[in-house]
């Protein structure tokens, strides 16, 4: 028996912060890799780069605001961070020191020169799909339940 | 889901799955649908999405969990929607202690201008094996059934290999697509022809006679006929139309009009088409079917071959204009074009033309 892990749903970055702990998703962003210490981290000071400590920070533009989105990169290490560049990550939503979100990557894959425009709007035209699918079910289900 | 509510007893019957397009493509179904859809419990191997028959699927997603064995490779494939584990056989080639190849390759084979096709087959082959071995987080193509083994959801790959897709443009593609194909085809339900069948009755006399015609013309082959041949094969049309709600047409035109006036409309129908045409109008009643008229397609056959050798046309063929206007000055001024082209139709079928290009034809 081949345990399988769960659907990694596309979130945008900045409903990284909304999704619930455990849950697994994929999201896309600039990188911006910060190699800090892990009880360092907030300040962003370079200390040295550890590999069970490692941490990488992907940022996203949306409406005139920066998101950031940590990750956690120990399941796929070792990697070559291209600063600046585009990147896809698969993973994880953990809490992390209770603020905000941090993902456990399980795939981090470097996809520069992505069309973002075009990509934002295949995962919104895949959730009006189903959105729509499941609006047209609930109303063929309604009218079995009275029935 | 909609599968998953789906009571046995609705499965389409089996005879039909055949008649649905989808049956025999691979549907791009979401990986999570294909894990909803319910198995046929006629034939198990087949499962219904939207009560469409579906057995083999064609997937695009992540690999997320890999494992190697001897014979396959089970990739774990996520879409975003679920994950599906896809067995996946190594062929021949995938297998290194096997190189039925590597005893033919010999120095003296390769060939003048550095050109050596067996060390290119083998490249190929190694490109070949280098896209079906995937590290995780690598982009998987997948088509092949649907298995349900211990209780597990899979595909038997039929086909698989690494998609290169360092900017994504591929599954963006997909996920685009994805959710037209649902719109058109998934998502609405199959309508087959038996359903449509109903629509017969409200089919208008004139197409039922013109059907009727077709057919009789069609099993009898008939070459010509005369109007009052047909008449009998009409009136059936006729005599068994009901009643007519309006009381007052019960003093309308006698069934032998009616008859009369189907038949004229049945003609210029065919006529129109071109599968029957009159020699000479008013001249008597005679109805030609053009193309069990051998007159008629010798002389087409004729005027291409001959005009095929004339220099101006040598070249491109004779254009179906031109052959049109050389038939009726030779045979006959009623032929129609839509007559001419079912001619032409039935002389490239028996290969006694060729078309040239576009409405040009030649014959040797």
Not at chain 1, 49 to 71: K, N, T, W
Not at chain 1, 99 to 117: F, K, P, Q, S, Y
Not at chain 2, 180 to 207: C, H, M, N, V, W
Not at chain 2, 228 to 241: A, F, R
Request: glycine share 6%; hydrophobic share 40%.
């Amino acid at each position: 028996m081949f345990l399988l892990p769960p659907a990694a749903e596309f979130r945008f970055p900045w409903e990284v912060n909304f999704v619930k702990e455990g849950e697994s998703l994929r999201t896309f962003g600039r990188s911006v890799f910060h190699c800090v210490d892990l009880f360092d981290w907030l300040d962003l000071e370079l200390v040295s780069y550890h590999p069970e400590s490692s941490r990488a920070s992907l940022s996203a533009q949306h409406a005139s605001e920066e998101h950031q989105v940590l990750v956690d990169t120990i399941f796929i290490e070792p990697f070559n961070p291209i600063i600046g560049a585009q990147y896809v990550v698969l993973g994880e939503a953990e809490k992390y020191e209770g603020t905000g979100v941090m993902i456990r990557a399980r795939v981090l894959n470097c996809v520069d020169g992505v069309n973002v425009a075009l990509l934002q709007k295949a995962i919104s035209g895949q959730r009006d799909f189903f959105r729509e699918r499941e609006s047209k079910q609930g109303d063929v289900a309604q009218p079995a339940d009275t029935t | 889901m909609q599968a998953a509510t789906m009571d046995p007893a609705e499965e389409p019957p089996s005879m039909l799955w055949g008649l649905d397009p989808l049956f025999s493509a691979f549907a791009r179904l979401y990986v999570k649908d294909i894990l909803q859809m319910t198995e046929s419990i006629q034939v198990p191997g087949i499962y219904f999405y939207n009560r469409h028959p579906i057995y083999k699927v064609d997937v695009l997603g992540t690999v997320v969990y890999k494992k190697e064995r001897e014979d396959f490779f089970c990739y774990g494939v996520d879409d975003g929607t679920g994950v599906i584990n896809c067995l996946c056989w190594k062929s021949q080639l995938l297998k290194p202690e096997e190189d039925p190849i590597k005893a033919g390759v010999k120095p003296s084979d390769v060939g003048q201008g550095g050109f050596n096709p067996v060390a290119e087959l083998k490249k190929l082959r190694q490109a070949q094996q280098e896209r079906r071995r995937l590290e995780l987080g690598e982009l998987l193509r997948v088509r092949g059934p649907v298995k349900t083994s211990r209780q597990q959801r899979e595909i038997m790959a039929s086909t698989y290999y690494r998609v290169d897709d360092p900017m994504m443009a591929v599954q963006i593609e997909w996920m685009m697509e994805v959710p037209q194909l649902y719109r058109e085809f998934y998502d609405k339900p199959l309508l087959l022809k038996s359903e449509g069948a109903a629509g017969i009755s409200t089919e208008t006399p004139l197409s039922k006679a013109a059907n009727i015609m077709r057919r009789f013309l069609d099993q009898k082959s008939v070459t010509r006929f005369r109007t009052y041949d047909v008449q009998d094969l009409l009136e059936p049309l006729i005599s068994n139309k009901p009643p007519s709600a309006d009381e007052h047409s019960v003093a309308g035109p006698s069934a032998c009009r009616q008859l009369q006036q189907l038949l004229k409309e049945v003609l210029k129908t065919l006529q129109d088409e071109g599968l029957v045409y009159q020699r000479a109008k008013f001249q008597d009643e005679v109805y030609y079917v053009t193309t069990g008229d051998k007159d008629l397609l010798i002389a087409v056959k004729d005027i291409i071959r001959e005009d095929s050798k004339k220099n101006k046309y040598a070249e491109k063929g004779c254009h179906v204009l031109h052959i049109l206007s050389a038939v009726r000055q030779r045979h006959s001024l009623n032929v129609s074009r839509a007559a001419l082209e079912l001619v032409l139709k039935a002389l490239e079928c028996s290969s006694d033309i060729i078309s040239t290009s576009d409405n040009s034809y030649t014959a040797f």
